[in-house]
Structures are given as C-alpha cells and as structure tokens.
C-alpha cells in the first residue's frame, strides 16, 4: 500500500486528554474539568480568570485536584445550584451501580464523601430544582433493586429524605419547582403514562405512543412555572418537535420545530455525555434554545438574550455548538465544540465585554491537519430507502481499493453523526477508509425510519449494511476482499451476523462488547429495566416467553450460526458488563475454538459494557491494530 503520512500512537489517542468537560459555575467564578491523575480523568478546578497553559502543572497553586479516584476514571460530575459543592457519579469497575459523591471546592485536601452508599444500588438520575438549592433529588432502587424511588438528598447532612415510593409501575420520576411530583410508567401495550402524584394517590395526565417514542418523551424539562413540561413529540408526524405539556389538562401546544430534521434527542438519551436537545438557563429554567441535527447541528435561539449570545458563540469555531454552560447572570459562558478533525475545543466568552478566549485542546498534541475529514453520503438501500452514512478516508494516500473498516453504532436506537470519533481517526491514520453506516432502526431520522426495523435484526438492517459496502466498492474507495466489519453492543452483535450471516463478504469481524444470542440478551435485562423494554427489545426483537417468537429469535441470533463462520474474529469484552453479559462472548469463543477457527478474545476484568480506563483502552486498540493488520493489510505501529 502507498505510504500514508507519520502514524499517530495509539497512545496519543486513546490516553487521557489534557482536559475536558468544562463547566463554570453558578457564580460564574470557577471552572471545573476533567483531567488526568495518575492515570485516571479526575475533576480539577481553576479560577476562570487565571492563566491557562495547555496542561496543569501539578505545582501550580491555582489548580485545584478534587477527587483523588486512581482506580476507574470519573464520567459525569456537575455543580450543585449554590456552587458550594461539586457532584460526581461513579461505578464499580463497569457495574453500572453509579453512586453519588460530594466535593467541596473550599475545601479540596477533604475526601469525597459517598452520598449514596448502598451496595448494589444504582442511583439512575438526578435533578437539581432553583427551589432547593442545597439539595439533589435522587431516583434510585436501594429499596428494591427492581423498583426506583425519589429522594430528596441534602448536600450539606446526607441526609436522604424519601419523596416517591415506587408502587410497582413507575420507570421515572420527575419533580418540578413547585413541588410537584411526577411519575412516568408504562402500560402493557408499551403506551407510555405520565401520572402526577399527589399524596398517596396517582393522577393520570397524559399518555403517548410506544411506537412513537421506545423509551418515553425525550426531553423532560419542567417548566419555570411548575405547570408545564418541555417534551419532544411526534403525534401526527413522522418527525420529533417541541412541545409545551400542560400538566393540568395534559394538552400539547407547539414551541419550535424544524421542516426538515428532528429534535435532537437520540443521542443524549443514550449517553448522557451529550449535550441535552435543550439549552435552558441553569437558575431560572427559562429555554433558551432548541437542537437540531441533520448532517450538521442546528440551533434555534428562543430567548432574547440567548438570541444575542448564540451568534458570538458560533463565531468561535466552524464546528457545531456542543456542550454550553453559564452562570447564573448568563452573562459568562464556557463552551466546548464539535468538530470532525478538533476534539472538542474549549472557550469562555464574556458577553458584558464580548471578549472570547480559547481555554484549551482536550488533545494539544493532535494537530487537525494530519486527521481525516469525515463526508456525509448517502446511500439507496437495495428496498429504495435512503441510509445515511458516513465516509472517512485517509490522507495522504490513493484513495481507491482502500481496504474499509465498515463501523457499526450500538443501539440500534442510536445514530453515527458528523464530529470527532477517535476510533474513526485511529483506522484512517493507519490507512483503512471507515463505513459508518445509519442503518434502519437508527434514530433521529423519523419514526418511519425507526420502525422499519422492526423484526429486522440479522434481516433488512444487514442488508443495509452490505448495500452500503457495495457503495463504497462501486465508487472505487474500497477494496472488496479486504473489509472487516466492526462495532460495539448492537454493532458487535451486527459483526457477528455478517461473520455467521454472510460469511463470503467480510475478510474479519470484530464485536466489542456484542451480544450473540437474542433470547438471553431480552431475558438478561436488568431487573429495574425489564418494564421499559417493550417497546425496544420486545416489539423490535421477540418476546422471550413466546415460543414461536423465540423460535425467530433464535434463528436471527449469532450463536445459531457459529459454524458458518470462516473469517477471522476478534471479540472484546468486559467482565462486568450488565448490558450483554460475558457469556455472549465466552460462547462464541468456545464454539469457535472448538472447531480451530481463528478467534483471538480480549477480556478485560475491570471494565463493563464500555471500556473507560485509558490503560483499557490502549490494550484494546493496540488488540485491534494488529488484528486488522494481520487481516485486512493496514499499516501497525512496529512492535505493536
């Protein structure tokens, strides 16, 4: 293969960046951000003010360590509404049972103190409301690992303040400002309910499709008043707007909308490292603007003043706004961007004197000119539906008969968009051009989308994938005997069916934390998630309890397959993943072994269902890049 430009280490990557995950404070005076401490993302704080030099020196007395965490990296923190407090969330090893901590900024040399400390106990959300601002209110199922409750948690004491019990059918609560307590459940026909509960009594609002919404109205924003909620819906549309509920009469009335894309729910319901399609004043609650997604972002200002911001902050980057964060004044702004080839680039903007700076580059050492763009395509599926994908070449070499990494979002109900992915980067440095395909059954592009893939696992939705490969052979980008088939959760299983499925068409697969076996994923669910998969899992794939159902299911499942694979496989997993358990993993491998097919099998005993330690995750690429190497002819760091 023709030379491409210097490789880029893995380690450059995939270790932790410089900083990331900027939030200022209510009282617009600190920053908090991610950054590395022995090897592990640890919240730091400095003074928005102060200097800010490409990485901290640990000598610096202006830098402040927070947390203290050198056994699993921290995800998610925020400020409490006060800034007294910074809040974090963290897990065991992958377990998923996310407990909440307490740090106190004035006082960084404390410990932090865990505000939920119930073995085995997931907190699953947290709300803060201007009301209370020396409180959290916490869903979490201590009581009954089936069953979430609402607390009201005092960050001062500890003390946690039971609000809701669960009686059996609630899935999420919600309070408002003034008080109010709402629950959402489900009905047996996977119709969504909105109740209000007032004393030991439940009031039923309003109710919403199941094949509308898989998992409930996204977003759920009070508003100010307490009469109201900010939701996305999609009655009478095939496309998901914004709407104002009232909670007396239930009644919809439209706020914003957009002709042509959707609300921009999917992906900060699946992860909530996404910034909400929402951008609300963080003292008041008043909306101030509206996401949009469709190749690029778009945002609709709906307050005045955001209306004079928005504009000032757009001017700081040629990438799409992504995470915002304000004080209270909403006058001093800390903003990070999404960029294809810029990780996430920080500034603080200050509207009192228009004044901008750039506080950081998550990855200073990455420079944007040696990454590849990531194009927008479309392709026709074979059926006539329009798939839209995205291609990413390398540079710096012919860019014809590339062998292609064919990537695979999880999910299904998710979606690949336009922005920095270091997976994506990392294949193009090393010379493969990389497929990433929206599938039908991906979200964010209307409900017919969506439900086109229904009972079409290992179905429709492969087709789509191998349509799509067609594409990139057709235009010449691609290599037809030397394509490997990759992804994570829903991707690593769609691997395994185009290993086992379509065995002729793929030199190698790789499933990452994949599931092989559809009747065990859907009885595997989690007990206080078992509720709420009746309009993804159930109506998608197959109810377990039916035989004729399970009968399909199985025929669709990898495992029932396994001999009819002959290309070599990589399977990656995590020892506590709760989401797909290791079995699906271990009997692949076992089957497979069994016969002297070629397998190679990563588990990691400290990680779940997505690896989080940057040590993780350098053994895991590095894993990679010798196996594509060896396979498709890519190029490997030496040595690796």
């Known amino acids: 293969m023709t030379p491409g430009p210097d490789l880029i280490t893995v380690e450059e990557f995939f270790a932790p960046p410089a900083r990331i995950d900027a939030r200022i404070s209510p009282d617009g005076r600190t920053v908090a951000y991610r950054a590395p401490w022995r090897d592990r993302l640890n919240v730091f704080a400095r003074d928005l003010d102060g200097d800010w030099p490409d990485t901290d020196d640990p000598d610096d007395p202006t830098v402040r360590r927070l947390t203290s965490d050198d056994h699993r990296s921290i995800d998610t923190f925020f400020w409490s509404a006060d800034s007294r407090y910074l809040l974090y969330l963290q897990d065991s090893d992958g377990d998923e049972n996310h407990h909440l901590h307490r740090v106190d900024p004035a006082h960084p040399e404390e410990p932090a103190v865990d505000l939920t400390p119930f073995p085995g106990a997931r907190v699953l959300n947290t709300q803060c409301c201007d009301d209370r601002p020396a409180s959290v209110f ?25 609000l809701a019990e669960n009686p059996g ?13 709402l629950a959402f459940g489900m009905a047996e026909d996977g119709t969504h309910l909105l109740w209000e509960r007032d004393g030991g009594e439940f009031r039923l609002i309003s109710r919403f499709s199941g094949l509308d919404h898989l998992f409930g109205p996204f977003p759920q924003v009070p508003t100010p008043d307490g009469a109201g909620l ?7 549309s095939d496309r998901t707007r914004l709407v104002r509920l009232d909670l007396d009469t239930g009644e919809e009335t439209g706020v914003d909308s957009h002709p042509l894309f959707d609300l921009d729910t999917p992906r900060p319901e699946a992860d909530p490292r996404f910034p909400s399609s929402l951008i609300v004043h963080p003292a008041t609650g008043e909306l101030l603007g509206v996401r949009y997604l469709g190749e690029r972002q778009e945002i609709h200002a709906l307050a005045p003043h955001f209306a004079e911001v928005l504009p000032r902050l757009a001017e700081l980057s040629d990438g799409d706004l992504a995470h915002v964060s304000c004080d209270d004044a909403g006058q001093r702004w800390v903003v990070d961007f999404t960029h294809d080839r810029e990780h996430r680039a920080t ?17 200073p050492h990455l420079d944007p000119t040696r990454l590849a763009p990531m194009a927008p395509v479309s392709v ?17 070499v012919e860019r014809s008969d590339l062998p292609t990494v064919v990537l695979l979002h999880g999910g299904p109900w998710y979606r690949d968009c336009w922005g920095y992915d270091p997976e994506v980067q ?42 799509a490969v067609d594409w990139a052979i057709a235009r010449g980008y691609t290599d037809r005997d030397r394509v490997a088939i990759y992804g994570c959760s829903y991707g690593g299983y769609a691997a395994l069916v185009g290993a086992a499925f379509t065995p002729d068409r ?6 990452y934390t994949g599931m092989s076996d559809l009747v065990e994923l859907v009885r595997g669910v989690v007990p206080f998630a078992r509720r709420s998969v009746r309009n993804s899992f159930i109506r998608y794939i197959g109810d377990p309890d039916d035989p004729e159902q399970v009968a399909d299911m199985t025929a669709r499942s990898p495992i029932d397959r396994v001999d009819d694979i002959t290309a070599p496989v990589l399977l990656i997993h995590g020892a506590n993943d709760v989401r797909v358990d290791r079995g699906h993993a271990d009997r692949v491998a076992e089957a497979l072994r069994a016969r002297g097919a070629e397998v190679e099998y990563l588990l990691n005993e400290r990680e779940g269902h997505w690896f989080v330690n940057p040590d993780s995750n350098i053994e895991l690429y590095r894993t990679l ?9 890519g190029r490997a760091a030496r040595g690796g």
């Not at 690992?145 to 609402?150: E, K, M, Q, S």
Request: charged share 25%; glycine share 12%.
């Open 426 to 467: 990392f294949l193009a440095n090393r010379g493969y051009a990389v497929l990433q395909v929206n599938f039908r059954g991906s979200t964010g592009y209307g409900k017919a989308f969506t439900r086109a893939a229904i009972g079409e696992f290992a179905g429709r939705m492969h087709d789509d994938v191998l349509d």
């Open 230 to 236: 900010w939701i996305g819906s999609a009655r009478g």
């Open 506 to 511: 793929f030199a190698a697969a790789i499933s």
């Open 347 to 363: 500034w603080s903007y200050d509207h009192a004197t228009g004044t901008a700076r750039r506080l950081f580059r998550p990855y």
């Open 625 to 633: 890049e010798r196996f594509l190497a060896r396979h498709l002819g």
């Open 138 to 162: 916490v869903q979490i199922n201590a009581r009954r690992p089936d069953l979430v409750d609402l607390h009201e948690l005092d960050l001062d004491t500890g003390r946690l303040t039971p």
């Open 169 to 181: 059918d609630v899935l999420g609560w919600l309070r408002t400002s003034t008080g109010r307590i």
């Open 380 to 396: 026709r599926s074979r059926d006539g539906v329009d798939l839209p994908c995205h291609l990413t070449l390398p540079v710096g």
